[in-house]
T-cell receptor, first 115, second 115 residues
């Protein structure tokens, strides 16, 4: 069972709305991630937070705004999205982000539909 | 450049039959390798991982994988498939990226199980 919890599981929003996706982990991990996954494709990395600081931004459009209030919480703020942003958004965490051997654990994802 | 190739987009096996999913990687150093499974509408669940040591790795749900450096492969196997194994399977390599860790995923193999 995953120990990364994401809310909401489903979200429908208009292109002018502002909404947020939330993620929480209680494994004591110090790195948290946002991935985007389109249907029948592998996940694509969006952001990495390491020790509550943004360490990687994969050139994501500014309509996606991440926030890490503390080491257990990760938010993704959404504003003025486009229909092509509809996807499964996966949160993940690992012990830390240094080193390729850190195992990354994923949440169940939030399904986002932009209308 | 680092990459992961899963040659089989879709595989169908009969329930009770053996399974092998192929994964080849391209990476200059010793790779950190992972297999994840994704059931429809769900997040990614870690099946197993290879960091070093014994090249035959045991995972959850009766899966195992064998690391073969000479063939740059990390194939996933299961001796007897169950209907509940029907899912998408992703092979991934972990690497250092911009002072952080990052997973490079293959394109995935969809497994169907015939009764």
């Amino acid at each position: 069972d995953t120990e990364v919890t994401q809310t909401p599981k489903h979200l429908v929003m208009g292109m002018t709305n502002k909404k947020s996706l939330k993620c929480e982990q209680h494994m004591g991990h110090r790195a948290m991630y946002w991935y985007k996954q389109k249907a029948k494709k592998p996940p694509e990395l969006m952001f990495v937070y390491s020790y509550e600081k943004l360490s990687i931004n994969e050139s994501v459009p500014s309509r996606f705004s991440p926030e890490c209030p503390n080491s257990s919480l990760l938010n993704l703020h959404l504003h003025a999205l486009q229909p092509e942003d509809s996807a499964l958004y996966l949160c993940a965490s690992s012990q830390d982000s240094q080193g390729p051997g850190n195992t990354i654990y994923f949440g169940e994802g939030s399904w986002l539909t932009v209308v | 450049a680092q990459s992961v190739t899963q040659p089989d987009i879709h595989i169908t096996v009969s329930e009770g039959a053996s399974l092998e999913l192929r994964c080849n990687y391209s990476y200059g150093a010793t790779p950190y390798l992972f297999w994840y499974v994704q059931s429809p509408g769900q997040g990614l669940q870690l099946l197993l991982k290879y960091f070093s040591g014994d090249t035959l790795v045991q995972g959850i749900k009766g899966f195992e994988a064998e690391f073969k450096r000479s063939q740059s492969s990390f194939n996933l196997r299961k001796p007897s498939v169950h209907w509940s194994d029907a899912a998408e399977y992703f092979c991934a390599v972990g690497l250092i990226y911009n002072q952080g860790g990052k997973l490079i995923f293959g394109q995935g193999t969809e497994l169907s199980v015939k009764p």
